[in-house]
């Protein structure tokens, strides 16, 4: 593997390997590479000729109370990781090699997407993320780019991006990898301490009650919602920031499930702010359980016991995160 540090020691190096018609897969990171980061990687090396990971820590979409300066990072580590999955060449810049003027003026407008979930808790975070992934899109050139579903807003981010600038890069989605106990990997989980890390896993079965009681044929968000708040008002380690329903393209927040969503949720654990989501499937005979229920003659027996989560949740109040 080698490691570059220009635009153009990496532009050099792979205008060799496309010149030959190799195939390049591309994974863009942050670094502090995790068994999350390895999955993606290993899947580029499984599809592709030649395989580019990047790591930066791109300053445009940190907030100024954001973590940005204490952000985990250990080249040596990440190189010999990535190495070990198969990375053939690791674009590593400087913040002054992406931004030589201090930053840039040009800013990719993701519209919508970018004011709702994550979006409106860090204003302008999707436009610090699409902005990058174009740069590092046109610097690397790849044919297929590889996306954690672990961050399901970005990856429609990417997407949209790609489609409506016509990026020529096919956009792969990966599925999250989670510790034995739920807790979705990611490079935050480092600022855990120890009953942070103890209560941290509780976000994640929150939300697979909720993929459960969807299962089963829930289908109001706010049900939804009320049974992840449910389930960690009885884990105070974990301060809720938000959970909602989207739908999987768009990113529009969603009333109702019909078909596919993504329930994702923001939470505070100690000090560190960490996100998870699932996917959330309406079976076809809940779907058909709620058409039957909108008659009036059945309407009492669609959904889940609603009783169950005001149980879990009871002395709780409503939308309280
Ligand atoms: P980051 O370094 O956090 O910017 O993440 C780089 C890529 O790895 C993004 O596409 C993330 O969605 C993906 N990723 C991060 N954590 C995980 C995980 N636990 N499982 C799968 N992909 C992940």
Redesign the pocket.
């Known amino acids: 593997m080698k490691t570059h540090s220009t635009k153009q020691a990496l532009a050099a190096a792979l205008s060799g390997e496309r010149r030959d018609g190799r195939t390049v897969g591309f994974?863009?990171?942050?670094?502090?590479l995790?068994a999350?980061?390895v999955?993606?990687l290993e899947r580029a090396r499984a599809d592709n000729d030649v395989v580019v990971a990047s790591i930066f820590v791109n300053p445009l979409q940190f907030g100024p109370s954001d973590d940005f300066a204490r952000y985990p990072r250990d080249l040596e580590a990440d190189a010999a990781l990535a190495a070990e999955a198969g990375v053939d060449h690791l674009f590593a810049p400087e913040v002054a090699e992406m931004y030589p003027r201090g930053s840039i003026a040009t800013r990719v407008d993701v519209g919508p997407i970018g004011d709702v979930g994550e979006g409106a808790w860090r204003p302008g975070f999707f436009a610090g993320v699409a902005t990058v992934c174009c740069k590092l899109f046109h610097i690397v050139g790849p044919d297929r780019a590889?996306?954690?579903?672990?961050?399901a807003q970005?990856?429609a981010v990417i997407r949209q991006l790609v489609a409506d600038l016509d990026l020529p890069v096919e956009i792969v989605g990966?599925?999250?990898?989670?510790e034995h106990d739920g807790l979705?990997?990611?490079?935050r989980n480092a600022y855990l301490e120890q009953e942070a890390r103890r209560a941290a896993p509780a976000l994640a079965a929150a939300l697979m009650a909720a993929r459960d009681a969807a299962a089963g044929g829930e289908g109001s968000a706010a049900e939804l919602r009320w049974i992840v708040e449910a389930c960690l008002e009885a884990e105070p380690g974990i301060h809720l920031q938000y959970v909602d329903l989207f739908d999987p393209v768009t990113f529009s927040p969603q009333e109702r499930l019909d078909g596919r969503g993504v329930l994702a949720a923001a939470a505070y654990v100690g000090g560190t702010r960490l996100i998870d989501n699932v996917e959330v499937v309406a079976t076809v005979s809940a779907v058909q359980q709620r058409e039957l229920a909108a008659e009036p003659a059945t309407g009492a027996g669609a959904g889940i016991e609603r009783g169950a989560a005001v149980h879990a949740g009871a002395g709780m109040k409503r939308g309280a995160a």
């Open positions: 994974v863009p990171t942050m670094g502090a995790h999350g980061h999955s993606l590889y996306f954690g579903q672990k961050d970005q990856l990966c599925p999250t990898v989670r979705a990997l990611s490079s």
